[in-house]
């Protein structure tokens, strides 16, 4: 992805992690809390294969959508 859209999806990833933060549930892996925007990347990964840097430009907006998608279910 270029460096304009990457630079926009962290942006996004960031705003959401801050408004979820508050909501993940807690976790026995995670005795000082869960880290929303590792939350947010991991789920990235997982859907996509890759890291979020690494994905197509072609699907930028599908990877917005998916964050938006993420703020909605944050768990």
Do not use: T
């Not at 705003?15 to 005795?31: A, C, N, R, T, Y």
């Amino acid at each position: 992805m270029n460096e304009d859209k990457r630079k926009k999806i962290w942006n996004k990833v960031q705003l959401i992690g801050d408004e979820i933060q508050s909501v993940l549930k807690p976790s026995p892996f995670h005795s000082r809390g869960r880290n929303a925007y590792a939350h947010i990347a991991l789920s990235i990964k997982e859907k996509y294969g890759c890291s979020y840097k690494d994905i197509p430009d072609d699907q930028y907006e599908e990877v917005i959508l998916f964050l938006e998608h993420l703020r909605k279910n944050p768990n």
